[in-house]
C-alpha cells in the first residue's frame, strides 16, 4: 500500500481541496472522476475492471488492505466534512469514470435486451434505485438524457449500491438522439402516462423494450410520448394519479420478468 505518512489535517491540501471539489458536479465533469464510500463498492469497484485514482482513510479506520494504489489519511474532522454518511466506516475512493459510447452501447445490448431511460429525472435516490432496479429486472444498460441529474453523485452512488460498475451508463443529448438509438437498435420506445392504450400487464414488456422513466413533476417530454411504440398505463386506485418514479419503474421493469 502506498501510504501518504503524515496524517492531511488542513483544509489548504490538495488532496483534501480535490475531494471536496469531487462533491459537485462541475468538478466531477472535469476531472471525470467521482467518490465513492465504504469497502463493499471500493471491492465492487476494484472486481469489475474500474480504475482506483487514490484510496482515502479516516485517521483511525481500520482498514489493512494492499491496494497498490496511493492511500491517504484524513483526520477525523476532515474526513467528515467530506463523507457523506454519519455513520461511515472511514472509507473513500476516488474512481475514475469509464465513459461508455453509444457503439460501445450497442454492443453491449442485443435485440432481446431491455434498456431503462431516466428522462430529466433530478431526485438522486430515485435515479440510484432505478438504476440498481434495472440490474435487479435484467435490464442491460441505462440511458440518461440530459437534463437528468449526475448520476454519479454521491447521493445517487449510494442509491445504485454498486450498480453503477456493473451496468453501462450512456449520456445522451436530446430526444433525437434516442430516437435514433432506438431504431438503431430495432427496440420497442415504451412510456407509462394516464392514459396509455395498453395497462402495463397486458403489453408485451419482456424484451427489446426501451424503457423511458419521466421527470418527477412533469413525466417524460412530449416528444418522447409522441414517438413511443407502445403507452402503458399503471392503474391507480383511491385519489393517486401517479406513483413514485422510481417504484413506477419497478413495476413495470419487472413485469419483464414476470412474463
Known sequence: MLYMDKIISSKDNKIYKELVKLNQKKYRDEMGKYLVEGENLLFEAIRYGHLIDKVILREDAAFTYDMKTATYKLSHNLFSQVAGTKTSQGVMAVIKKKVTGISDFGRLCDAKDNLVV????????NIGTVIRTAEGAGYRGV?????TADVYSPKVVRAAAGTLFRVPIL???????????????????????????????????????????????????AEIVEAADCRVTIPMAGELESLNAAVAAGILMYEAVRQ
Open 118 to 125: 431516466l428522462d430529466r429525472l433530478q431526485d438522486p435516490g
Open 143 to 147: 440511458i440518461c438524457i440530459r437534463g
Open 171 to 221: 449520456y445522451i443529448s436530446s430526444t433525437d438522439e434516442l430516437f435514433e438509438l432506438v431504431k438503431k437498435l430495432n427496440k420497442k420506445l415504451t412510456v407509462s402516462i394516464l392514459e396509455g392504450d395498453y395497462k402495463y400487464y397486458n403489453a408485451n414488456l419482456k424484451e427489446g423494450v426501451v424503457l423511458v422513466i419521466g421527470n418527477e413533476g412533469n413525466g417524460c417530454s
